[in-house]
């Protein structure tokens, strides 16, 4: 993956001793002329660096994400 990141943010994994939810902008994220995506990565270990899990919304799809996830909480 290539791309540029930006506005990072960390928040605590709650139920884990160590885990935390990296949540970041990446623009060209799969190169040249790729659509922005929000990047949100899981780590178990507290790595944001390097998470186990993680998913790439692209930024057209983020209000609907964003609307879904709130239905559910």
């Known amino acids: 993956m290539s791309g540029t990141v930006s506005n990072q943010s ?6 884990t001793k160590n885990g935390v939810i990296s949540i ?5 994220p799969y ?3 790729s659509g922005t995506v ?3 990565g899981i780590s178990l270990s507290g790595d ?3 998470p ?6 692209p930024l057209k799809n983020l209000d ?3 609307s879904a996830l709130q239905s559910i909480k």
């Open 38 to 40: 929000a990047s949100i």
């Open 10 to 15: 960390t928040l605590t994994l709650e139920g």
């Open 31 to 33: 190169g040249e002329g």
């Open 64 to 66: 609907d994400v964003i």
């Open 52 to 57: 186990e899990w993680k998913v790439h919304i």
């Open 24 to 28: 970041a902008r990446i623009d060209e």
């Open 48 to 50: 944001s660096d390097t």
